[in-house]
C-alpha cells in the first residue's frame, strides 16, 4: 500500500510539474510572438509596377474573418488566412484604377468553393478585366474549377504534357439502406414533398425518379452556366466544349488544347513568370514584384465610414438551435439579435440579408421570419442575396424581401418539411442490449428509438410536418404574391437553380451581393453609404491564435475521410431525434478544381 501512494504521489507531482512547465513555454512563446509581430513594420509597401497576385488556395469565406492577432500570425508564422468575398472584391476594384499594379497574374493550384463562390469571384476578374491591365493564368494542368478562372485571362498557360482535365458535373449520393437493414436500424420518415430527398439514403436502396429529375435538371443547368461563362470568354461555342469534354479529347493532348483555343501555350512556371514581366515592360533579368490579394487589401484605406448605412446581415452555414458563436452555423438568437440591432440603429437605412445557407431547423428559421417582419415593418428596404445555397430553410428566411437576388449557379427553393426517426430496437436485440422503461403516460418515451413507433405517434408527427409544409409555403405566398397552390407546385421540396428560380418567381434577379446593395440603397432613396457587417466576429485572441497554430501544423487530402466525416455528419443532423427540419437533400456536386 505505501509503493502505491509513493507511485501515486510521484504521478500526481510530475503531472503537476508537467503543467506548470507547459504553461511557462505557452506564455513565453505567446510573448516571443508578440514581440515579433510589434518588431515588425504591419504596413505593405506596394511597389511601382507590381503585379496583384490572385491566390485564393486558403479559402473564401462570404465576409471577411477580422481577428486581434491576426497580423502577429501571419508575420510570425507566415499563416495562410481564408480571404472574404468583401476583401476580394475591395482589392480588385481599387487595383483597377491603382497606377502601381500593372497585371492581374492568376494562381490557380489547390482551391476550394462551391460552384456560385467561384462564379461571383470570377464575375470580380470579368470587371477588372475592364480596366485593360494583363491578366496571365498558369497551372501545371487544368480542371474545371481552375479553367473557369482562367478562361477570363487574356494568357493562359499550362506545363507541357500536363493533364486538361474538364469532364462537366456528377453528383454522387450513398445510400446506407441495405447497411442499416444488416445493422437492425431502420428509419422512419415523415415528409411533406415528393422532391424531399435528404431522407431517402436511410429509407430507399437507391434513387427515386424524383430526386434523379430534379439532380439531372439541376446539374444540366450548372453546367449550362459554367461552361456559357467560357464560352463567351475564350470565343468557343458550347457545342464545341460540349463535344471535347464528352470525347476526352483534350485530356492529355495539349497541343489540340491550343489549336481549339482553351489555352494559349505551353511553358513552365518560371517562363510564365518570365512573359509576365515582358508584358508589363520588364527585363527578363529584373525582379517581379507580386503582392498577393491579403497584403495588397491591408494596404488600403478601408477605415472611411459614412454616418449613412447600409446593414449586410450574414447567414451562413446550417440552422441549429444550438448557440454557436461559429460562422459556418446559423442561429436564431445569433441572428435575431442582428436584426433588432437593425431596427434601432436609425442611421441604418436598408438591410442586405446574405444567404448561404442548405437550411435546418423549423423552428429556428420560424424564429427568424418573424424577426425579419418586425423589421419589415420599419420600412427599412429587405433585400436578400443568395450565395451557393439558400435552399429549404434557407428560403423560408429570404420570404419577407422586398427583392430576391441570386447568382444562376445558386441552389435555392427545396420548400419542403421532414422529419426522420431511427428505430434501433433490431440493433438492440441483436447484441443483446435491453432497455427498460418506466413511464406515466402512454406516450411519454415518444421517439424512443429502442421500440417502435405506433399508429397515433406516426400520424402526429406527420401532422407536425403537414401544419410546418403549410405555414411555410403560407410565407412564401405571402413574400412572393402567389397563391398557395402555386407555391406547392414549385414545392414539394424541389431543388432548383437561380436561373429557374427567376422562371418560376421564386427569385427576382440575378446578381452578386453588390447588385443586392446597390439595389437595398436605391429603395431607401440613399446616394452614398457605409457597410456595417453582423453578426459581428468576436474572437478571443488567446484561442484564435491557438487554433490556428493548430491547423497550421495539419496538412492532407484525403477524400475519403472528408466523405465518411460529412456522411457521418449528415445522419447526425438528419436524426435529430424527429426534430421537424426544412433541410435541402445532401447533394455534393464533383467540380474538380
Known amino acids: 500500500m505505501k509503493d502505491?501512494?509513493?507511485?501515486?504521489?510521484?504521478?500526481?507531482?510530475?503531472?503537476?510539474?508537467?503543467?506548470?512547465?507547459?504553461?511557462?513555454?505557452?506564455?513565453?512563446?505567446?510573448?516571443?510572438?508578440?514581440?515579433?509581430?510589434?518588431?515588425?513594420?504591419?504596413?505593405?509597401?506596394?511597389?511601382?509596377?507590381?503585379v496583384l497576385k490572385f491566390d485564393i488556395s486558403a479559402g473564401v469565406t462570404d465576409r471577411s474573418e477580422t481577428s486581434t492577432n491576426s497580423d502577429i500570425l501571419d508575420m510570425s508564422f507566415n499563416v495562410s488566412r481564408t480571404l472574404g468575398l468583401d476583401q476580394i472584391k475591395r482589392s480588385l476594384d481599387n487595383a483597377k484604377n491603382d497606377d502601381r499594379i500593372s497585371a492581374l497574374y492568376l494562381d490557380l493550384d489547390r482551391l476550394s468553393g462551391d460552384i456560385s463562390t467561384f462564379q461571383a469571384i470570377r464575375q470580380m476578374l470579368?470587371?477588372?478585366?475592364?480596366?485593360?491591365?494583363?491578366?496571365?493564368?498558369?497551372?501545371?494542368?487544368?480542371?474545371?474549377?481552375?479553367?473557369y478562372f482562367a478562361s477570363v485571362a487574356d494568357r493562359i498557360y499550362m506545363r507541357p504534357n500536363a493533364m486538361f482535365e474538364i469532364t462537366g458535373l456528377s453528383s454522387a449520393t450513398m445510400y446506407y439502406k441495405p447497411i442499416l437493414d444488416k445493422l437492425g436500424i431502420t428509419c422512419v420518415a415523415c415528409?411533406?414533398?415528393?422532391?424531399?430527398?435528404?431522407?431517402?439514403?436511410?429509407?430507399?436502396?437507391?434513387?427515386?425518379?424524383?430526386?434523379r429529375l430534379q439532380t439531372q435538371k439541376l446539374l444540366d443547368d450548372l453546367w449550362g452556366s459554367l461552361i456559357s461563362d467560357i464560352s463567351e470568354s475564350r470565343s468557343i461555342s458550347v457545342e464545341d466544349i460540349n463535344k471535347n469534354v464528352d470525347d476526352l479529347s483534350l485530356l492529355f493532348n495539349d497541343s489540340l488544347?491550343?489549336?481549339?483555343?482553351?489555352?494559349?501555350?505551353?511553358?513552365?512556371?518560371?517562363?510564365?513568370?518570365?512573359?509576365?514581366?515582358?508584358?508589363?515592360?520588364?527585363?527578363?533579368?529584373?525582379?517581379?514584384?507580386?503582392?498577393?490579394?491579403?497584403?495588397?487589401?491591408?494596404?488600403?484605406?478601408?477605415s472611411k465610414e459614412l454616418p449613412t448605412k447600409i446593414a449586410v446581415i450574414y447567414a451562413c452555414g446550417e440552422i441549429q438551435s444550438k448557440d454557436s458563436k461559429e460562422q459556418t452555423v446559423i442561429t436564431a438568437k445569433k441572428t435575431c439579435d442582428a436584426i433588432k440591432k437593425c431596427i434601432k440603429d436609425d442611421d441604418i437605412k436598408a438591410v442586405v440579408l446574405r444567404i448561404n445557407s442548405p437550411g435546418g431547423d423549423a423552428d429556428e428559421a420560424e424564429e427568424i421570419y418573424q424577426s425579419l417582419l418586425?423589421?419589415?415593418?420599419?420600412?427599412?428596404?429587405?433585400?436578400?442575396?443568395?450565395?451557393?445555397?439558400?435552399?429549404?430553410?434557407?428560403?423560408?428566411?429570404?420570404?419577407?424581401?422586398?427583392?430576391?437576388?441570386?447568382?444562376p449557379t445558386t441552389i435555392t427553393g427545396s420548400i419542403g418539411v421532414f422529419s426522420l426517426i431511427p428505430n434501433l430496437a433490431k440493433l438492440y436485440n441483436m447484441v443483446d442490449l435491453n432497455v427498460e422503461v418506466v413511464k406515466t403516460n402512454k406516450h411519454s418515451d415518444l421517439l424512443n428509438e429502442a421500440r417502435d413507433i405506433d399508429n397515433d405517434e406516426l400520424a402526429a408527427i406527420q401532422g407536425m410536418v403537414e401544419k410546418t409544409y403549410h405555414t411555410f409555403i403560407s410565407h412564401v405566398a405571402d413574400g412572393r404574391n402567389m397563391t398557395l397552390e402555386q407555391v406547392d407546385s414549385i414545392g414539394q421540396g424541389r431543388v432548383w437553380s437561380g436561373v429557374e428560380a427567376i422562371n418560376i418567381?421564386?427569385?427576382?434577379?440575378?446578381?452578386?451581393?453588390?447588385?443586392?446593395?446597390?439595389?437595398?440603397?436605391?429603395?431607401?432613396?440613399?446616394?452614398?453609404?457605409?457597410?456595417?457587417?453582423?453578426?459581428e466576429i468576436i474572437v478571443d485572441p488567446m484561442d484564435d491564435l491557438l487554433m490556428n497554430l493548430l491547423n497550421s501544423n495539419i496538412s492532407y487530402d484525403n477524400k475519403i475521410i472528408d466523405d465518411i466525416k460529412s456522411n457521418v455528419n449528415q445522419i447526425n443532423k438528419l436524426t435529430n431525434k424527429g426534430k421537424i427540419q426544412c433541410l435541402m437533400p445532401p447533394m455534393k456536386i464533383e467540380m474538380n478544381n
Not at 15 to 35: H, K, L, P
Not at 139 to 144: D, I, M, P, T, V
Not at 271 to 295: C, E, F, G, R
Not at 381 to 392: C, E, F, K, T
Open 4 to 50: 502505491f501512494f509513493k507511485m501515486f504521489l510521484a504521478a500526481l507531482a510530475a503531472t503537476f510539474v508537467y503543467g506548470i512547465i507547459s504553461f511557462i513555454s505557452t506564455a513565453m512563446m505567446f510573448a516571443m510572438m508578440m514581440s515579433l509581430g510589434s518588431s515588425v513594420d504591419s504596413s505593405v509597401d506596394i511597389q511601382k509596377n507590381s
Open 505 to 535: 418567381g421564386l427569385v427576382d434577379k440575378l446578381g452578386n451581393l453588390d447588385d443586392a446593395i446597390n439595389t437595398a440603397a436605391n429603395l431607401a432613396d440613399i446616394k452614398s453609404w457605409s457597410i456595417v457587417n453582423y453578426p
Open 191 to 211: 415528409r411533406h414533398g415528393k422532391f424531399k430527398s435528404a431522407i431517402e439514403p436511410y429509407t430507399q436502396e437507391k434513387m427515386s425518379d424524383e430526386n
Open 257 to 302: 488544347c491550343i489549336e481549339k483555343g482553351f489555352i494559349n501555350g505551353l511553358m513552365s512556371k518560371d517562363d510564365a513568370m518570365d512573359t509576365i514581366k515582358v508584358m508589363i515592360n520588364k527585363s527578363i533579368d529584373d525582379d517581379l514584384k507580386m503582392v498577393s490579394l491579403s497584403d495588397y487589401y491591408k494596404s488600403l484605406d478601408n
Open 374 to 407: 418586425k423589421l419589415k415593418d420599419t420600412k427599412k428596404p429587405i433585400v436578400v442575396s443568395m450565395g451557393d445555397y439558400a435552399a429549404s430553410g434557407g428560403y423560408y428566411i429570404a420570404c419577407p424581401a422586398d427583392s430576391i437576388y441570386a447568382m
Open 126 to 147: 470579368v470587371d477588372f478585366k475592364e480596366c485593360g491591365k494583363p491578366i496571365i493564368a498558369f497551372r501545371n494542368g487544368y480542371s474545371l474549377g481552375s479553367y
